[in-house]
């Protein structure tokens, strides 16, 4: 959606916008790598405060990137694409944590027979969300706008950050982990 976006709405090239969303990538590879060691190191396991802790910095990427991105850096009415990249990348760093981070710990909460079986449910809502979300998004932007699917996506950050609290302090049990 990103692409569009930029294109839509900055009037960038495709080129441009697809620069721009390569971006997204090289925060979540930089964002993934940082949420496993911050909750290995800092968290000493624990995976949940991380995924909240990322949640709600994609809450305020996604927001910085509908509200500054383009729109408010303008120089002779053309957006500044150093901007947009800078909320992108932060948006993939915050994104790419927790989508990492939720399967390492569905498989280190259950039992070790079970950690496949565990990280697959998990997957599969994950990608049944992401298969689910294309028409809805679409039509959403094609009746709101742009301002409404953010809105939607940032809603959607700040429910994951909420379902999260209540398992804060949990983690890996060590009587049900594979010994190394």
Known sequence: WTQLYLVETHAYSLKLAAFCVCTFEIGGFFGSLTSGWL???????????????????????????????????QVGGYSLPIFDMTFIFLSGFFIFGPQMLIGVAAAEMSHKNAAGTATGFAGCFAYMGAAFAGGPLGLM???????????GCIMSGIAAAVVLIPIWSMKTNPKYMAKS
């Open 39 to 73: 909750s290995d190191q800092i968290f000493k396991g624990r995976r949940n405060p991380i995924n909240i802790i990322f949640s709600l910095g994609s809450v305020l990427s996604l927001f910085c990137l509908s509200l500054f991105g383009g729109y408010l850096w």
């Open 141 to 151: 932007v094609q009746r709101w706008g742009w301002g409404v699917f953010f809105t």
